[in-house]
């Protein structure tokens, strides 16, 4: 389309060529830097070519604030333009002239029309019209007038700074808190989130005010991330949006040559953390550059100095409310100076100022192995102030620090986690574990070493093969690069490889049988065989910490009433096999009273046995096939999780004990389970079709990012006389129901069932007892069960 045609006033011609410039057809694709530079001259040259044709020449002039102003236009941006003015009198007749093409051509506008003296009130008492109008640029018009009305907004600004500026801290903290960090969101909200566009913007106007300097290089990068992944979801989903959604992360992906959504997200973290501790450094940097009023400007001018310098530490201070470096340290003749100031900053609550950070950064040399005992002590201080680590340790690792102290974190550094449970980057899951188990270090014997095995448990992450066993070696040789003796090594080790032990026993395992016991115990007398004796006491009671940790650190609801009770369980039981303790027999089913009923009634018996969190519910109804399946799938139409299921058979009666936790809301009258419970076996409720209804009513509201087909896997020898089989899939309402249904058509004899919910994703387990009541499966009926299994699941 010509260049004619599109000046031609017609704003349809406008909507045209952009659908041009859209085009995604072969070599004619253009780069999303591209597309926005063509169409911010596309816009620029119809709205001068209309502004010309109406008489828009001198005494008024049209500029662009927002994306416009900024050149930074996606395909489906708004259009912000402010029309100036002198006092005109055809003012409207103008405005009417430019707006009204726009509109009929359903182009989004804002707009506005002002006087100098309005622009400048206007910026005055609206920041987000303010941070408009410093970023003007102009388009047709007077240019003089533009000019006039820059300044004069520029001029105004950094005059009023000083009684703006708790307003903008607080305009900023409270969108960070509505909208989530971009480096660590599912769907990041890449212009209102912690570390978007927006916050750039913030940036730039604190630079406007002459409190900091320009965004330096790092952030300017990360800004053409953002605005390459913005525009090519306005591209490709036909409209204005600033969310990125997991299905349409690996397209954009794609075509930002990033190889997949994983390799996006991490590119998108890395940007997203630049951004914000630019932003976090800008907002402080700038207060302590506030100008001063009053007395304490007077005082400051009286005594000839500035802040005063308080001591926290042997070449620690405190300036300006800041840590920062006493004027004689020196990271050259004090190896634990970087992580003494790490400490000191966690310890007193007060940021690291960024002039220390980058001094350090440039002058403290690596440590030499082993690290001075110093310096694994405040190493060790760091690790133990819980919550103000993470702050600190992000500066660290935003500034080069961090890596020079641990190498091996370049390759967790902004990993976006492989399944739904996880909400944090990999490295900054370490981190959020550390600050969890900081709370639980007088649990154990060696704190030391639960604080430096909760950092690296992940650390074997992004490099292939099994995160744990690759984990362990790195643990290992960080281990020695601290300077612990051979023995506590060889006990970080086995933590990283063993880290999972428990929670995996834990919630996919029969605690009641013995040999689920032995299993772990060998696991961890094994692991440190060469240790000195209760070495593997002290390994178990780690582990346990850990454990808890790292759920907490993974996300909502991971660590539940229902798995700390399972872990404790198992911890006491593992415990007291060490100690050669006779382990606690199997709790008698209190299923009898409820079998006498169904015989005497004749019909299904439902009773809450414990309503505590997570509750045991009793189900009992004639043995028959199918009861297990019409047990768990009304179970699951009343809104029920099932975490284990335990079965057993009194007097032709099928007892299933269901430790359940409700999904929202409360407990469901048992009255009613079990009316729905009868109306099932008796056919009067067809459960599939019910759990189908439920399931669609219940889905999510938009498309989820794809899921890994499910699998399953067999373990022989981890219950006695039996198998157990386990299940890795999507999880769905129902599951169980299905699951339950499949193993009952291929006759299996299922003893119990345990049900790990992990986000989005489940690990089922089975155990199966084969045709002679043990273990024995032929190869042919274990196939024709996983087949069934994989169908039901899909």
């Known amino acids: 389309m010509s ?28 780069t999303p830097e591209a597309l926005r530079t063509a169409l911010v001259d596309l816009h620029d040259f119809w709205l001068s070519t209309r502004a010309a044709s109406i008489g828009l020449t001198d005494r008024a002039a049209l500029v662009a604030v927002g994306a416009l102003g900024r050149r930074e236009l996606a395909p489906w941006s708004d259009l912000d333009l402010v029309l ?35 622009a400048v009130q206007v910026a005055a008492t609206d920041l987000r019209a303010a941070f408009g109008l410093l970023e003007m640029r102009h388009i047709a018009g007077d240019p003089a007038l533009t000019d006039t009305v820059h300044a004069a907004v520029r001029q105004a600004w950094r005059a009023g700074i000083r009684s703006r500026f708790d307003e903008i801290v607080e305009g900023a903290n409270t969108r960070w808190a509505k909208v989530g960090d971009v480096a660590h969101r599912v769907e990041p909200d890449l212009k209102n989130g912690h570390g978007g566009l927006r916050d750039i913007q913030l940036v730039d106007a604190l630079a406007a005010a002459q409190l900091i300097d320009r965004p330096a290089g790092d952030v300017l990068e990360a800004r053409t991330l953002l605005l390459d992944v913005r525009t090519e979801l306005h591209r490709l989903a036909g409209r204005a949006r600033d969310a990125l959604r ?159 102290l641990f190498p091996e974190w370049g390759a967790v550094r902004d990993l976006p986690p492989r399944d739904r449970a996880h909400v944090w980057t990999v490295d900054r899951h370490l981190v959020e574990s550390c600050a969890q188990v900081a709370r639980l270090t007088t649990r154990v014997a060696r704190p030391d070493l639960l604080l430096v095995g909760t950092l690296l448990h992940d650390i074997g992450k992004g490099r292939g093969g099994d995160h744990s066993v690759v984990g362990e070696s790195l643990a290992v040789q960080v281990g020695r690069r601290l300077g612990f003796p051979e023995p506590d090594v060889a006990v970080l080790g086995a933590m990283v490889r063993h880290h999972l032990l428990l929670p995996h026993t834990a919630t996919r395992r029969d605690l009641d049988d013995p040999a689920t016991v032995s299993r772990v115990v060998d696991t961890l007398g094994g692991a440190v065989a060469q240790g000195a004796p209760g070495t593997a006491a002290l390994l178990l009671d780690l582990l346990t910490a850990l454990a808890e940790a790292d759920s907490l650190a993974t996300g909502p609801g991971v660590w539940s009433p229902w798995k700390k009770a399972l872990i404790g369980d198992l911890s006491i039981r593992c415990r007291a096999l060490m ?29 809450f ?32 999780e099932v ?28 009255a009613l389970l079990r009316t729905d419970l009868g109306r099932v076996l008796d056919g009067t409720l067809v459960l599939a079709d019910a759990l189908i209804r439920k399931e669609r009513d219940y889905a999510p509201t938009t498309a989820s990012e794809p899921v890994a087909p499910p699998r399953v896997l067999w373990f022989d020898d981890e219950a006695t006389g039996a198998v157990v089989m386990e299940l890795r899939g999507t999880d769905r309402i129902g599951l169980l129901h299905r699951i339950a249904t499949a193993l009952e058509g291929c006759d299996a004899d299922l003893r119990w069932a345990r049900v790990a919910t992990l986000g989005g994703s489940v690990v089922d387990s089975f155990c199966l007892a084969g045709p002679a009541g043990d273990g024995g499966f032929r190869r042919e009926e274990r196939r024709r069960i996983e087949q069934a299994v994989l169908a039901a699941a899909g």
Do not use: C
């Open 84 to 118: 100036l003015h002198d006092g005109r009198k055809d003012i409207d007749r103008i405005a009417d002239g430019l707006w009204y093409p726009l509109w009929d051509a359903g182009i989004g506008l804002d707009h506005s029309v002002r006087t100098p003296g309005q």
């Open 246 to 404: 997991a299905q349409d992360a690996d397209e954009v992906a794609a075509v930002l040559d990033l190889g997949d959504r994983f390799e996006l997200a991490r590119a998108l973290s890395g940007a997203a953390r630049a951004v914000a501790f630019s932003a976090e450094v800008g907002l402080r940097s700038a207060r302590n550059a506030l100008p001063r009023r009053g007395l304490a400007a007077l005082g400051r001018r009286s005594l000839g100095r500035g802040p005063v310098r308080r001591p926290l530490d042997s070449g620690v201070v405190e300036h300006g409310g800041e840590v920062t470096l006493a004027r004689d340290a020196t990271a050259a003749r004090d190896p634990a100076l970087v992580l003494r100031v790490a400490a000191t900053a966690a310890r007193t609550g007060l940021p690291v100022a960024a002039g220390t950070l980058h001094r350090l950064a440039d002058t403290a040399p690596e440590l030499r192995a082993p690290w001075p005992r110093d310096a694994l002590g405040e190493l060790l201080s760091l690790l133990g102030t819980g919550r103000p680590l993470v702050d600190v340790v992000e500066a660290m690792d935003r500034t080069g620090l961090w890596g020079r």
């Open 579 to 607: 100690t050669g303790q006779v382990l606690p027999a199997a709790p008698e089913g209190d299923g009898g009273e409820l079998a006498a009923a169904v015989t005497a009634e004749g019909r299904a018996q439902v009773r």
């Open 609 to 640: 046995a414990d309503e505590s969190a997570p509750a045991t519910v009793l189900v009992a109804v004639p043995d028959r096939r199918g009861s297990l399946a019409a047990a768990a799938g009304v179970l699951a139409l009343h809104s029920l």
């Open 3 to 30: 260049a004619e045609a599109v000046g031609s006033g017609d704003a349809q011609d406008l909507v045209r060529a952009k659908a041009v410039l859209l085009e995604s057809d072969g070599k004619r694709r253009l």
């Open 643 to 670: 975490h284990a299921a335990e079965l057993s058979t009194v007097n032709d009666v099928a007892v299933f004990t269901f430790t359940v936790s409700p999904r929202f809301g409360g407990l469901p009258d048992p």
